[in-house]
């Protein structure tokens, strides 16, 4: 599974930006998405999931209830759909993909397997 992903830009507090993730290599039946960020001197840490074959949702509770995860089937892209963002959302954000044979919860860079190179968001204040 290659990931690609996308949409990261400079934006002012409050703001929105859409994140994408394309997938290619195979289909994502059954695979975990998530998506990580990663602020500059700090760890990578868990933002949002989803089950592609359910689309069954998890997020960070920083985050709760002004992002969004979705995924295009026919596209095979998962989409993170971020608003009123602070500047505490500033980090490198990257997809990753979790076969289904995986251990590990949504929310544990270790149980996934394939990751996108990152795209840097930038809010201003």
């Known amino acids: 599974v290659q990931l690609q992903a996308s949409g990261g830009g400079l934006v002012e507090a409050g703001g929105s930006l859409t994140l994408s993730c394309a997938a290619s290599?195979?289909?994502?039946?059954?695979?975990?998405i998530g998506w990580f960020r990663q602020a500059p001197g700090k760890e990578r840490n868990f933002v949002a999931a989803?089950?592609?074959?359910?689309?069954?949702?998890s997020y960070a509770d920083s985050v709760r209830g002004r992002f969004t995860i979705s995924r295009d089937n026919a596209k095979n892209t998962v989409y993170l759909q971020m608003n009123s963002l602070t500047p505490e959302d500033t980090a490198v954000y990257y997809c990753?993909?979790?076969?289904?044979?995986?251990?590990?919860?949504?929310?544990?860079?270790?149980?996934?397997?394939?990751w996108g190179q990152g795209t840097l968001v930038t809010v201003s204040s």
């Open positions: 290599g195979r289909t994502l039946n059954n695979y975990i």
């Open positions: 989803i089950m592609w074959n359910r689309a069954i949702t």
């Open positions: 990753a993909a979790s076969p289904p044979d995986r251990r590990g919860s949504y929310s544990d860079t270790n149980k996934y397997q394939y």
